[in-house]
């Protein structure tokens, strides 16, 4: 057996408390394609950094070419011959593809002036494009090209930096089918020069279609590693999920029948963010939207709050037919939405907490000062929220507390359909429950409420029913009987139901 | 935790009072200095001389809070005048002139607010620069260069006259204040201004109207330099086409040294008419002092620098607690 390219040996790395990694190992044979898969926040990413200097191991050891490789900075790696394609793109977009392959390293003519030689930078940059079996036109402007394309001069910048690892983070999200086709061929090309792939994805099926390897992730844990001929799809998903549902989450009250139905989407589209999205919304319901990241969620909520534009698709509420153009029409018509930031789209982080739970439900030229002040406290006290007082800045305050802002916010104004997005990111465990049981709540008094969340147990632990969204579809839909994890997984990566 | 919430009154109050503070410090620096400086003639005076600029001030206030900015209220302010000198030679009362004076500020404001939010251009800066050089250019065109002097009684009541001993661009200034200061503090659409500023998307995933109060700020912007126009050519006794020039910029230093911060959703009108008035005093006691108007800008562009970096070790030292 050949000696890896790249070993690391039980990486230990924690965020402000939290285990990010722990004693994770995994190595990279040359000329190797190898999988890395897990489920959102599995800890891919954070070791990937780690291999490519960005972040630094609390703990563990990193052997490039069976040597240890020291302090490693993204510089360092870089020499070693490690490339990072990220999956925001980083190209320079004004700059010519050639000129972006050859960024920080243009060609020039000795002397004081340094002169840049532009006709070889196009035509290395016309070389290597070529290898990879695609002519792009080196000259082109970064911006003019397609996603796919540019991806690939970004591959093109690591063979010429004569990287010998390649690291690739879920490098179709943003591409068509034709696209991603193109990229593994040129993965398979990467291969034949002997070039290492490290492939970080959430698709089942692209695994068995270019992998040699696979390793798979959990909780920051490595739970298997093997040739993926000996890890059927089955196995795979019990290995990405695997784990007891917790017991965290308030029952449902067995005796409720969700009722009459409050929010129809039919033919709800959005060219390249979603398509064709249809679902009913009913009294008392709590309805969980699964997902791996940039499925579309976010982007199907924003649309149907208004915030975001949408090219077909009719909405009915509570049985009558309406159009939502503005965040203000979805106001009126009683929705609310959560959104998955609190500091850029949820709060005013400088003004006062009266001010963030009073914002939506304003009315009138005058500003009641004391009718404020006592429906703040009411909403405080019903929410259980933490603060100095009313008048302090709400910037101040905790995640939960914020999230909890954010929620009376809407209680205030009295809405009857709540869109919730990511509502417990950033937040700890104790606020958490909170936040679980004032959404629960919601459901109780009548309210319906879309759950998107990217905790998979979260989505389970409280949705009456589970739709399931891949690439901006909707790709099944799931009972509270039905929905266990593997099986959300298993819609959400692509798989049949 | 006392300690905590004494120190952290301390930096509110500083906030609030700071520039009292710093102008109270002035005034009793310069009466030490010159003899003439604390008499009510004088004050009376530093208070006149400032009013123009406490008005255009008062606009500009409104639109930083949104995190905006108003680059063209020195042209509105000088078309506004021409427009209504214009009027009066040709025989219009002065209620009329005032009104077309205050309707010609509040309209071409209205239009940078319209460019601004409907054109979807990038920045305020874009629309109100391009207003500032059309204003400005109109009010040169219509007058060929030329001021046009000698404006009935009624009309340069409000730039030269007084009230009970009270200049009456005092006044003006007073009731505009009260008015802003009502409008931000005890109205919805006061609120949403500073909402705006604090966090723009925020404020429209909560249904605030943006556009429409992105409008609102622009046009009370363009009727405070109407206002402002009216005091000016009624002290000078003329329309003239260069009336304002540079005074957005003089307006911005007054609401930046106020207290309000160019990242909007802070500010107040106290704050900013503290601004106005720390610049009329600065020049007022170096005229006292006979310092050359030359230096004076030199020291008025100094104070601007200064006010903001004390305002910026401020914040970083509440950051780092």
């Known amino acids: 057996m050949t000696a890896p390219l790249l070993e690391m040996r039980a990486i230990r790395k924690s965020f402000g408390g939290v285990c990010a990694l722990r004693e994770v190992s995994f190595d990279v044979l040359p000329g190797e394609v190898h999988a890395l898969v897990g489920e959102n926040g599995a800890g891919k990413s954070t070791l990937m950094n780690i291999a490519s200097g960005v972040l630094k191991a609390d703990g563990g050891e990193i052997l490039w070419d069976g040597r240890p490789a020291g302090e490693l900075t993204p510089r360092r790696a870089q020499q070693m011959g490690i490339a990072f394609v990220h999956q925001e793109l980083a190209l320079a977009p004004q700059l010519s593809a050639g000129e972006n392959i050859f960024l920080g390293r243009r060609p020039c003519r000795p002397g004081p002036l340094g002169w840049v030689r532009w006709e070889e930078i196009h035509r290395r940059a016309g070389e290597l494009l070529h290898q990879l079996g695609r002519p792009i036109d080196p000259r082109r402007p970064a911006a003019e090209l397609s996603v796919g394309e540019q991806q690939l001069v970004e591959i093109a910048r690591a063979l010429a930096f004569q990287a010998r690892l390649v690291i690739m983070d879920e490098p179709t999200a943003a591409l068509s089918e034709r696209e991603a086709a193109r990229l593994f061929e040129v993965i398979a090309r990467l291969k034949q020069r002997g070039v290492s792939v490290v492939y970080i994805t959430h698709r089942l099926k692209e695994i068995y279609q270019t992998a040699g390897r696979v390793t798979v992730l959990r909780d920051g844990r490595r739970v298997a590693s093997a040739p993926v001929a000996e890890l059927p799809p089955e196995e795979l998903v019990r290995h990405m999920v695997g784990r007891a549902a917790r017991e965290q989450f308030p029952p449902a009250d067995p005796g409720r029948r969700p009722a009459e139905e409050l929010l129809r989407v039919e033919g709800f589209s959005a060219r390249g963010r979603f398509q064709d999205v249809r679902f009913c919304l009913r009294r008392g319901e709590i309805l969980g939207l699964a997902g791996l990241v940039g499925a579309g969620r976010t982007e199907l909520l924003e649309a149907l709050f208004g915030a975001a534009p949408h090219e077909a698709g009719r909405l009915w509420i509570q049985g009558r037919p309406v159009r939502i153009r503005s965040p203000r029409d979805a106001i009126r018509h009683g929705m609310a939405l959560i959104p998955d930031d609190r500091k850029t789209k949820g709060l005013i982080p400088g003004a006062p907490l009266i001010w963030n739970i009073v914002l939506a439900s304003e009315r009138g030229l005058r500003i009641r000062g004391d009718r404020e002040r006592r429906q703040s406290e009411r909403m405080a006290a019903e929410l259980r929220l933490r603060a100095p007082g009313l008048q302090e800045p709400v910037n101040r305050l905790s995640g939960g507390n914020q999230q909890k802002v954010v929620l009376a916010r809407w209680l205030l104004a009295d809405a009857s359909i709540f869109l919730l997005d990511e509502p417990t990111r950033g937040i700890d465990v104790g606020a958490k429950a909170e936040i679980y049981e004032l959404i629960r709540g919601l459901a109780a008094r009548g309210a319906g409420v879309v759950l998107v969340s990217s905790e998979l147990e979260e989505v389970l632990g409280l949705a009456d029913r589970v739709l399931v969204m891949h690439r901006g579809r909707i790709a099944g839909e799931l009972d509270r009987a039905q929905a266990g994890e593997e099986a959300v997984m298993r819609l959400a990566t692509g798989g049949l139901p | ?321």
């Open chain 2, 1 to 321: 935790m006392s300690g905590g919430f004494w120190s952290r009154t301390a930096a509110r109050a500083l906030r609030r009072f700071g520039p009292l503070l710093a102008l109270a410090l002035m005034c009793a620096a310069l009466s030490l200095l010159s003899e003439h400086f604390f008499s009510l003639d004088n004050l009376l005076n530093v208070f006149r001389q400032s009013a123009v600029n406490a008005l255009l001030a008062l606009g500009q206030l409104v639109v930083i809070i949104t995190a905006g900015i108003d680059l063209s209220v020195g042209s509105i302010l000088g078309l506004c005048c021409v427009l209504a000198a214009l009027a009066l030679k040709a025989g219009a009362p002065s209620a009329l002139g005032i009104a077309l004076a205050l309707g010609a500020g509040a309209g071409l404001g209205a239009v940078n607010g319209l460019l601004y939010t409907k054109l979807r251009l990038p920045h305020p800066f874009i629309p109100t620069l391009g207003m500032m050089n059309v204003a400005r250019g109109l009010a040169l065109v219509i007058t060929g260069g030329f001021p046009i002097s000698e404006l009935p009684a009624g009309f340069r009541y409000w730039g030269a006259g007084a009230l009970w001993g009270i200049p009456a661009p005092v006044a003006v200034v007073v009731g505009f204040c009260l008015i802003f200061h009502l409008l931000l503090t005890r109205t919805t659409p006061g609120r949403d201004l500073y909402a705006i500023g604090g966090n723009r998307q925020a404020a429209l995933l909560c249904g605030v109207p943006v556009d429409g109060r992105l409008i609102l700020a622009y046009t009370l912007s363009g009727l405070t330099a109407g206002a402002g126009a009216v005091v000016l050519a009624g002290r000078m006794n003329s329309g003239f086409p260069l009336a304002g020039a540079g005074a957005e910029l003089d307006s911005i230093a007054a609401v930046i040294i106020g207290g309000a911060s160019f990242f909007g959703g802070v500010g107040t009108v106290l704050g900013t008419l503290v601004g106005a008035l720390i610049m009329g005093v600065l020049r007022n006691g170096l005229n006292l002092m006979n310092v050359s108007a030359y230096w004076q800008t030199v020291v008025i562009g100094a104070v601007i620098v200064a006010a903001v970096w004390v305002d910026v070790v401020r914040q970083r030292a509440a950051a780092g607690r």
